[in-house]
């Protein structure tokens, strides 16, 4: 086990823009060069590193160590990350589209790349960044960063529109949902919600869903241990096992079989917050 995450639900005002806030250790055993693929989930997240040791990332093909305070955006493919000691890191996992609600910026702005937060929002963030820092306690980083977030919403002044709706409708189905069926559900024409989703998500709706509909998929596959994938087929709405792991490759770059026996090349931050107790409740959500 390389990597360790706690994982700490927001408080109601901001469900609707954080998924959730994390601790996260990582190259536990401290390895020389310890090089993994992190595995597209459908979030942006913020990495606030607590130390002075950063894991390493490539931008443009040149590898350096990554910001004190990094955004990794929306990736709708697997991204290499180096490590060459023990790196501690606060998290908050945002909604995508919710980046714009908070700081005005639209999360394609950070499509397949990451950025240097401080850079990005100046002097205000970096304070806030080293208050938390300071804290002692997860719970004090976390009342920080929640009383940060909550001045940052008021500011901004952007209400919820129905790109969150639909972004929101998509991460509840499983992606298990129709492109035709979504606009209706959000009472918006489909040219353009596909218009206004791409540009404060990144993406389409239709590449959202393939996304949260894997991300559906890698929480079977780690909590559950799934290996028969007509099975992991028939739940998570696919048309049959060939579809599946069409799909799955399509985003991964490998084949479930490969990808589950090298699983330790790989970091794969599923959303373990959604509650799939059953697997009726993927069923029901078609």
């Not at 909604?95 to 401080?118: H, R, T, V, W």
């Not at 960044?129 to 980083?141: M, V």
Request: charged share 20%; proline share 3%.
């Amino acid at each position: 086990m390389s990597v360790s995450m706690t994982e700490y639900k927001p408080s109601q005002n901001l469900v609707p823009y954080v998924e959730f806030f994390w601790d996260g250790q990582f190259n536990i055993n401290q390895e020389s060069l310890l090089s993994q693929k992190v595995v597209p989930n459908g979030y942006i997240e913020l990495i606030i590193h607590t130390s002075e040791l950063h894991c390493h990332l490539s931008k443009h093909g040149l590898w350096s160590s990554s910001p004190d305070y990094t955004i990794i955006g929306l990736f709708t493919s697997p991204y290499e990350v180096r490590f060459r000691d023990k790196v501690n890191v606060f998290g908050i996992r945002f909604k995508p589209e919710a980046i714009y609600n908070l700081f005005g910026i639209p999360a394609s702005e950070f499509y397949q790349q990451y950025e240097d937060m401080e850079l990005v929002l100046g002097t205000d963030f970096q304070l806030f960044c080293s208050k938390l820092r300071e804290a002692k306690t997860i719970e004090n980083k976390i009342e920080h960063a929640e009383t940060y977030l909550i001045q940052s919403l008021q500011r901004q002044k952007k209400p919820l529109t129905y790109v969150n709706h639909a972004a929101e409708i998509i991460r509840n189905t499983h992606g298990f949902i129709q492109v035709e069926e979504l606009y209706h559900k959000v009472f918006i024409s489909l040219r353009q919600l596909q218009r206004q989703f791409k540009i404060k998500v990144g993406i389409s709706p239709k590449m959202y869903m393939r996304i949260s509909r894997l991300n559906a998929v890698q929480q079977l596959l780690e909590e559950k241990g799934l290996l028969n994938y007509t099975h992991i087929a028939f739940i998570c709405g696919y048309a049959d096992q060939a579809h599946f792991i069409r799909d799955f490759k399509s985003i991964i770059g490998e084949r479930p079989g490969l990808f589950t026996t090298n699983s330790a090349e790989y970091i794969v931050n599923a959303n373990t917050a959604v509650n799939m107790e059953s697997d009726d409740e993927f069923r029901t959500a078609e």
